[in-house]
């Protein structure tokens, strides 16, 4: 088993995005996708700049201010 450090384990750690855009809210909620954020979204593998089918409405990700 290998071990990390604390500091290298953060190094590992992919906050989402999400959390930085105007539309999110506390609850973890997205107007986008009501159903859920798709991973590739959520784990930063895909830009949100542009609307996607399948989402709701015309959000984008949008820095909060």
């Not at 809210?25 to 089918?53: K, R, S």
Request: hydrophobic share 35%.
């Amino acid at each position: 088993m290998e071990i990390i450090t604390p500091e290298e384990a953060l190094k590992e750690l992919v906050l989402p995005k999400c959390n930085e855009c105007r539309h999110f809210d506390a609850q973890g909620d997205c107007p986008a996708w009501p159903g859920g954020v798709p991973d590739d979204i959520a784990f930063n593998e895909v830009e949100h700049d542009h609307v996607f089918p399948g989402q709701v409405g015309k959000y984008v990700f949008t820095p909060r201010s």
